[in-house]
């Protein structure tokens, strides 16, 4: 059975830095791209960044860029996601992604079937 679990979310205050984790189990966590998207209530799931199964080519959305760093472990089944310079509008819960797709415009895109979800750590940032 896949299992993701993802930790490190809480409440912080503009400016301050946090660390998401993403535990992976069940599957070939290298033969997945890994991404990690967020959902603002009232808002669509969206893409934050993604990252091959090598971990050589990274994606991120414009908002994150510069601030927001995708890395993997895959030894360990893990992903992460360091997130600097935080502000309140990256308030969201934050799920992570094992993304079956093998093209970079598929796994850096919208949730599709052959994707594995975590079921989510909230990030409230407060001004």
């Known amino acids: 059975q896949v299992q993701l679990v993802e930790s490190g979310g809480g409440m912080v205050q503009a400016g301050v830095s946090l660390k998401l984790s993403c535990a992976a189990s069940?599957?070939?966590?290298?033969?997945?791209?890994a991404a990690w998207f967020r959902q603002a209530p009232g808002k669509e799931r969206e893409i934050v960044a993604a990252?091959?199964?090598?971990?050589?080519?990274?994606y991120y959305t414009d908002s994150v860029k510069g601030r927001f760093t995708i890395s993997r472990d895959n030894a360990k089944n893990t992903a992460y996601l360091q997130m600097n310079s935080l502000k309140p509008e990256d308030t969201a819960v934050y799920y992570c992604?094992?993304?079956?797709?093998?093209?970079?415009?598929?796994?850096?895109?919208?949730?599709?079937?052959?994707?594995?979800w975590g079921k989510g750590t909230l990030v409230t940032v407060s001004s």
């Open positions: 992604a094992a993304r079956g797709s093998i093209t970079y415009r598929d796994y850096v895109g919208p949730p599709n079937a052959l994707d594995y």
């Open positions: 990252l091959s199964r090598s971990g050589g080519i990274t």
């Open positions: 069940g599957l070939t966590f290298s033969s997945y791209a």
